[in-house]
């Protein structure tokens, strides 16, 4: 039986693109769709590494002209290379934004060598942490449950107004939220209106890997 650790990194990440629409829709998407998704000039390219997956088990061909490769049980547990990365987070103030799904990264571990299961990265949108070295535009790497040390610098949700990126004190029922910019004022916010979602554990600008 062929292992998932026989995939490419490119065939790992077409597999669990498949998987993710096909349990989203209802039904795979098509060689178009595939190849649309991962900027292929021609849906041929999308066809080799469907073939190729077909090969190792991890897709069947339905018979399906448009939608002929659906995903096996096999192909269930497989995810994709590199990090999840769940779009830009206001390093200013506040905002509301809706649930984002996760764009894999490819080819930056070596990038994020700290990196753990379960880390995902946001790009930074604003000024307000220039103070502690993030930069519009930086790549940063968090880490979800776990418990903030007093000060951290946080991924956090507030309740009606969206994600942001700030140091975070709590302090009883409330909590501070505090930028690294004088040109932005501290924050207190009701603790039950808050959210950790990740704790800083580095940052990268784009340009390292562009």
């Given at each position: 039986m062929v292992s998932k650790l026989d995939l490419t990194d490119k065939q790992r990440d077409v597999l669990a693109y498949i998987v993710r629409i096909a349990e989203r829709s209802g039904s795979p998407p098509s060689g178009r769709q595939i190849a649309?998704?991962?900027?292929?000039?021609s849906p041929n390219a999308a066809?080799?590494?469907?073939?190729?997956l077909e090969r190792k088990g991890f897709l069947?061909?339905?018979?399906?002209?448009?939608?002929?490769?659906a995903p096996t049980e096999a192909a269930l547990d497989v995810k994709?290379?590199?990090?999840?990365?769940?779009?830009?987070?206001p390093a200013g103030p506040t905002?509301?934004?809706?649930?984002?799904?996760?764009?894999?990264i490819s080819g930056i571990d070596d990038l994020f060598p700290n990196a753990e299961p379960g880390d995902f990265l946001l790009t930074v949108d604003g000024d307000s942490m220039i103070g502690a070295g993030l930069e519009p535009g930086m790549l940063a790497l968090m880490r979800p449950?776990?418990?903030?040390?007093?000060?951290?610098?946080?991924?956090?949700w507030v309740d009606g107004d969206g994600g942001t990126l700030k140091r975070v004190v709590p302090d009883g029922d409330v909590v501070h939220l505090i930028p690294e910019n004088p040109d932005y004022k501290e924050r207190v916010v009701g603790?039950?209106?808050?959210?950790v979602q990740g704790v800083l554990q580095?940052?990268?600008s784009i340009t390292h890997f562009s």
């Open positions: 649309r998704h991962f900027g292929y000039s066809f080799s590494h469907l073939r190729a069947r061909n339905t018979g399906d002209a448009w939608n002929c490769y994709p290379s590199g990090l999840p990365h769940f779009g830009a987070i905002w509301y934004a809706e649930d984002i799904e996760a764009e894999w449950n776990i418990v903030p040390k007093p000060r951290a610098i946080c991924a956090v603790a039950d209106g808050v959210v580095s940052a990268l």
